[in-house]
Structure formats: structure tokens, C-alpha cells
């Protein structure tokens, strides 16, 4: 007998994760993207439970003054874009590119040349030379990960110690940087 409940409760938890990742087709809008283009799908109600599984986030401030504050308003704000986002990975890579592109666009420091945000191992060439650091952390469920967010000055490096994609990693930078692609460094002079 007890060789049987096991392998119910075996099956019963590898079904359960694929009916809660059923799509449900009359519930889902697309999200777009400024240029038009669709950038993901919603479905606000899982399929198995009837609750909204939304990502959903906090930040904490690790620097100090204005660009903190505004990196930590920007993150804010983000979190509020996509928390409709029922896929992790989804509102894993809108969170990092919706972040680095809204703290470029809202930068007033000639002296920030980029911004990144990173949920992995790095190194600052200078660490000194950075602005508006944030730790931001993403939720969704029991799924969570965390993210460094700043500005980075010139002349600086960022150098990633394990992969990039967006759901780990987004900069936005100006021409006083270059991204090596095949390492997921950024140099700034």
C-alpha cells in the first residue's frame, strides 16, 4: 500500500504543473510594446486555482541621494507594469529593460554614462564610480530573485560572473560604452 500512495502522490505532483501552465485562451490580452511590438501575453487567472499569480516586487535603497531615489521610484514603478505578467521569465526580462531604460530616460547626470541591472555575480572595475545603487526583489509565487540596479560613471567596468539574457541582465548605455557580447561586460570611458 504504501508503494501506492506514493505513486499518486508522484503523479499527482508531476500533473499538477502542467494543468497550472494551461494557457487560458479567453482570458489573455497582449502587452505591447512601444513600438508596437507584442511583448507578451497576459492571462490574469491561473488556470487551476482561479488566482491571479502576478510578479510583484520591493526594493531597497543601497546608495545614497538623488539618483538612489530615483532609481528606487523608477523600480517602483516597474513593478507595477509588470505585475500583470503571469510568466516568470516574462516579467523577469520586462523588469530588467523596462528599469535600465527608465533610469536612462530619467537621468540628469551627465556623469551616469549607463545603467544596469544584474541578478548575478559582478565586479566593478570601481566600485566608487557608481550612482543610485538598488537591490530590487522580483516575486511571483514561490518563484523570487533579486537584482542589482545603478548607474554606472566613467571611466568604469561591469563584469558579469555567470550568464546574461534578460531575465538576468539589461544595460542601457550611452557612446561612451561598449558591450562585449560574447563575456556580458560593459566598458565606459
Known amino acids: 500500500m504504501k508503494t501506492f500512495t506514493t505513486a499518486v502522490l508522484f503523479s499527482a505532483a508531476c500533473i499538477a504543473p502542467m494543468v497550472s501552465a494551461a494557457p487560458v485562451a479567453d482570458a489573455t490580452s497582449d502587452l505591447l510594446r512601444s513600438d508596437g511590438i507584442t511583448a507578451a501575453r497576459l492571462s490574469p487567472v491561473d488556470a487551476t486555482t482561479g488566482l491571479a499569480k502576478r510578479a510583484k516586487g520591493s526594493a531597497r535603497k543601497k546608495g545614497g541621494g538623488d ?112 558591450f562585449d557580447g560574447d563575456t556580458g561586460d560593459l566598458t565606459c570611458n
Open 67 to 178: 539618483a538612489a531615489d530615483v532609481v528606487f521610484d523608477i523600480i517602483q514603478n516597474v513593478f507595477s507594469l509588470v505585475g500583470s505578467l503571469n510568466d516568470w521569465n516574462s516579467a523577469r526580462e520586462a523588469f530588467t529593460k523596462k528599469t535600465t531604460a527608465d533610469m536612462m530616460a530619467r537621468n540628469r547626470d551627465p556623469a551616469n554614462v549607463a545603467a544596469a541591472c544584474y541578478n548575478k555575480g559582478y565586479r566593478l572595475q570601481n566600485p566608487n564610480n557608481i550612482a543610485g545603487l538598488n537591490s530590487a526583489t522580483l516575486t511571483q509565487g514561490l518563484l523570487h530573485t533579486d537584482y542589482d540596479c545603478m548607474y554606472l560613471r566613467a571611466p568604469n567596468a561591469f563584469w558579469t560572473d555567470a550568464e546574461g539574457g534578460y531575465i538576468n541582465l539589461s544595460y542601457t548605455y550611452t557612446n561612451r560604452c561598449n
